[in-house]
């Protein structure tokens, strides 16, 4: 059984994150390349920022965080946590895609813009909010 890990990272988003048409884009590109690199997870795009919770080997994991440092769709990444575990949480998600309801808005705003957010706490908030495929 190959060695997994977890990464939760947040960056500031260079296009509109209420935007139908850019979220889609980005999820439509990250399933592709997740479904690829063997890379499952869950994205939230919130009020000019992106969350995301990406699970999958450390040499995997480390391509992405290649990528992600010269998308232009991203700037100011910041890595909220990196561990191992045991199993995958978004197993069968090559990227979800997240339902930010009233109710999690402003929960997703405070943790955001505050003192860096507990990367558990925001795995299971985008656990939660995973829309149905």
């Known amino acids: 059984m190959p060695v997994l890990e977890q990464i939760v990272y947040g960056s500031v988003a260079t296009g509109r994150t209420d935007s139908l048409l850019n979220v889609a884009t980005i999820l439509a590109e990250s399933q592709r390349n997740n479904d690829r690199d063997g890379l499952t997870g869950a994205l939230a795009a919130h009020d000019g920022r992106y969350v995301q919770v990406l699970e999958g080997t450390p040499a995997a994991l ?24 045991a199993a995958r949480r978004f197993d069968g998600w090559s990227m979800a895609s997240t339902r930010i309801t009233p109710a999690l808005a402003p929960e997703l705003t405070r943790m955001m813009t505050g003192t860096p957010p507990s990367p558990e706490h ?6 939660g909010a995973i829309t149905p495929a």
């Open 122 to 127: 925001l795995v299971t908030l985008l656990a």
């Open 62 to 85: 480390d391509n992405l965080l290649r990528r992600l440092a010269v998308d232009p769709r991203h700037r100011e990444v910041e890595i909220y946590g990196r561990t191992p575990i």
